[in-house]
């Protein structure tokens, strides 16, 4: 089975929706405008019960099939990232500094377009909840919506979300169980020295020295402290220090990430940015004052959801079209908190392109709207084939 046929056939609307999110760019916790919108779709669409408000601007939609049944969750996120864009399609952002860079825009598009066509058709038993996510980029809107009673108020059996993947072939899914983003940290080093003349550095105590010396010692903790089959990283990439060519600061920050998927990685991480940063700080007598800010677990997808989801996917792209991701990738989603608290999986929808076109989180990037369908289509057959109706 291919595409739906229903849900081609409204293919152009759904351009347009994603097209007009994209256009109006709204950042973690401030999507008021894109909320506003979802809930007035999800209602005239039919839905049996709209609720926002959830985690500030969250929106969940209720549909009822024909008949009783479990529940399944669906989500997508909604919020856009702090980018100037610089894609220069027609469709481009009108908010200086904000742009949809992710693709959140696409992937609200589908979830609304596979809850227009569940609510038209009902073909399921049970309760389908189609969850609207604010503040995915480093805003914890997946963990506010746990917290603030998501599956309590409604419960459900599994949940699944669904990204899209510039640089995988257009249209196809991909796949895996166990791992398939990393646990996220911010790291936040402070190094206070003594600041004085560029001339006269003997009577100073140099932070910026002392920084570069920070930053080369903390490549080696990967390297040289983490089994060399598991996978972690840590990168500062950024630095502020000092204001005038001559003069020696007082302070300088750094701040930069950590990624792993095992727990016992991210412990090893966390220790050793500390150590290292204090130690070398004190041997060179200034301070580092560490902070290692746990953001998000690793996204781990459980084996039969993820068995399940699989089989919605050959049947909406065909078999050789849906395939397993062999490696999981370092960036992180907080999704990862829906998944500790229920069984459920996270996809990759390739977006087609090549490798020298923009990726994710780049100011020339554009969600690929001929993927809509075949997103929207994976999640309504989700739902069919998880709550078939009773013969």
């Given at each position: 089975m291919?595409v739906?046929?229903?849900?081609a056939?409204?293919?152009?609307?759904?351009?347009?929706?994603?097209?007009?999110?994209?256009?109006?760019?709204?950042?973690?916790?401030?999507?008021?405008?894109?909320?506003?919108?979802?809930?007035?779709?999800?209602?005239a669409?039919?839905?049996?019960?709209?609720?926002?408000?959830?985690?500030?601007?969250?929106?969940?939609?209720?549909?009822?099939g024909r008949?009783?049944?479990?529940?399944?969750?669906?989500?997508?996120?909604?919020?856009?990232?702090?980018?100037?864009?610089?894609?220069?399609?027609?469709?481009?952002?009108?908010?200086p500094?904000?742009?949809?860079?992710?693709?959140?825009?696409?992937?609200?598009?589908?979830?609304?377009?596979?809850?227009?066509?569940?609510?038209?058709?009902?073909?399921?038993?049970?309760?389908?909840?189609?969850?609207?996510?604010?503040?995915e980029?480093?805003?914890?809107?997946?963990?506010?919506?746990?917290?603030e009673?998501l599956?309590?108020r409604?419960?459900?059996?599994?949940?699944?979300g669904?990204?899209?993947?510039?640089?995988?072939?257009?249209?196809?899914?991909?796949?895996?169980?166990?791992?398939?983003?990393?646990?996220?940290?911010?790291?936040?080093?402070?190094?206070?020295?003594?600041?004085?003349?560029?001339?006269?550095?003997?009577l100073?105590?140099?932070p910026?020295?002392i920084?570069?010396?920070?930053?080369?010692?903390?490549?080696?903790?990967?390297?040289?402290?983490?089994?060399?089959?598991?996978?972690?990283?840590?990168?500062?990439?950024?630095?502020?220090?000092?204001?005038?060519?001559?003069?020696?600061?007082e302070t300088?920050?750094?701040?930069?990430?950590?990624?792993w998927?095992?727990?016992?990685?991210?412990?090893?991480?966390?220790?050793?940015?500390?150590?290292?940063?204090?130690?070398?700080?004190?041997?060179?007598?200034?301070?580092?004052?560490v902070?290692?800010?746990?953001?998000?677990?690793?996204?781990?997808?459980?084996?039969?959801?993820?068995?399940?989801?699989?089989?919605?996917?050959?049947?909406?792209?065909?078999?050789?079209?849906?395939?397993?991701?062999?490696?999981?990738?370092?960036?992180?989603?907080?999704?990862?908190?829906?998944?500790?608290?229920?069984?459920?999986?996270?996809?990759?929808?390739?977006?087609g392109r090549?490798?020298?076109d923009?990726?994710?989180?780049?100011?020339?990037?554009?969600?690929?709207?001929?993927?809509?369908?075949?997103?929207?289509?994976?999640?309504?057959?989700?739902?069919?084939?998880?709550?078939?109706?009773?013969?």
């Amino acid at each position: 089975m291919p595409v739906i046929n229903r849900i081609a056939e409204f293919h152009d609307e759904m351009t347009a929706w994603r097209r007009d999110f994209h256009r109006h760019p709204e950042l973690n916790f401030q999507e008021v405008r894109t909320s506003r919108i979802v809930a007035e779709r999800l209602r005239a669409f039919g839905c049996d019960e709209v609720v926002t408000g959830i985690a500030t601007t969250g929106v969940v939609g209720v549909i009822k099939g024909r008949g009783e049944g479990e529940a399944i969750g669906l989500r997508a996120d909604m919020d856009a990232l702090p980018i100037q864009e610089e894609s220069g399609v027609p469709h481009a952002s009108g908010t200086p500094g904000v742009m949809h860079a992710c693709g959140h825009d696409g992937h609200t598009a589908m979830l609304l377009g596979a809850a227009r066509y569940l609510a038209e058709t009902r073909n399921f038993s049970g309760t389908v909840y189609v969850i609207f996510q604010p503040a995915e980029e480093m805003g914890g809107g997946g963990e506010v919506m746990v917290r603030e009673g998501l599956f309590e108020r409604f419960p459900m059996r599994r949940v699944y979300g669904l990204h899209n993947w510039p640089g995988l072939p257009e249209g196809e899914i991909h796949w895996r169980v166990g791992p398939v983003m990393a646990a996220v940290a911010d790291i936040r080093i402070a190094v206070t020295g003594k600041g004085a003349h560029g001339a006269m550095p003997h009577l100073g105590n140099d932070p910026i020295v002392i920084a570069a010396q920070i930053v080369t010692a903390l490549q080696s903790i990967v390297a040289r402290n983490v089994e060399p089959v598991e996978a972690g990283v840590v990168t500062i990439g950024e630095i502020r220090g000092g204001n005038a060519f001559n003069v020696i600061p007082e302070t300088v920050h750094l701040r930069g990430t950590a990624r792993w998927f095992l727990p016992e990685v991210g412990d090893v991480l966390e220790a050793k940015v500390k150590a290292l940063s204090a130690g070398i700080a004190a041997a060179f007598g200034a301070t580092a004052e560490v902070e290692f800010l746990r953001m998000y677990p690793a996204t781990v997808n459980e084996e039969a959801s993820t068995a399940l989801a699989a089989e919605a996917a050959r049947a909406v792209a065909g078999e050789a079209r849906v395939r397993h991701l062999s490696k999981p990738t370092m960036g992180g989603e907080d999704f990862s908190f829906m998944l500790n608290a229920k069984d459920g999986a996270y996809l990759m929808l390739g977006a087609g392109r090549s490798a020298a076109d923009p990726g994710v989180h780049h100011p020339r990037y554009d969600f690929n709207d001929a993927v809509l369908p075949v997103g929207a289509s994976w999640w309504a057959t989700l739902v069919e084939r998880q709550l078939p109706r009773p013969d």
